[in-house]
């Protein structure tokens, strides 16, 4: 069992940045592949951002490619995601999540770990 701790979220006004964190339980996290998603009100969550084990490989939605970048401290337990310059659009609840392998995955149905969230919002 993985336990994620996401923290990081906030107000901020557009242009601004944030930086998330997730925080994970475990003795295995480099074995894990992690992701970002989002989901606004109204809406299906959707992925965001994702990295693998070793933290050699990330994949981003185009909705943030070049503005936002993932990364892990294996020795740390800890994923992050860098959010630049940010739109009021961006504006949702963060979630990070584990997946059992080490590849990375746009579909949320294939990760078996979440966090609770954490909100950022984006005013104009």
């Known amino acids: 069992q993985v336990q994620l701790v996401e923290s990081g979220g906030g107000l901020v006004q557009a242009g601004g940045s944030l930086r998330l964190s997730c925080a994970t339980s475990g003795r295995t996290f480099s074995s894990h592949a992690m992701g970002w998603f989002r989901q606004a009100p109204g809406k299906e969550r959707e992925f965001v951002a994702a990295?693998?084990?070793?933290?050699?490989?990330?994949y981003y939605a185009d909705s943030v490619k070049g503005r936002f970048t993932i990364s892990r401290d294996n020795a740390k337990n800890t994923v992050y995601l860098q959010m630049n310059s940010l739109k009021p659009e961006d504006t949702a609840v963060y979630y990070c999540?584990?997946?059992?392998?080490?590849?990375?995955?746009?579909?949320?149905?294939?990760?078996?770990?979440w966090g609770q969230g954490t909100q950022v919002t984006v005013s104009s």
């Open positions: 999540a584990a997946r059992e392998a080490t590849g990375i995955m746009t579909s949320r149905i294939l990760y078996d770990y």
């Open positions: 990295i693998s084990g070793g933290g050699r490989s990330e």
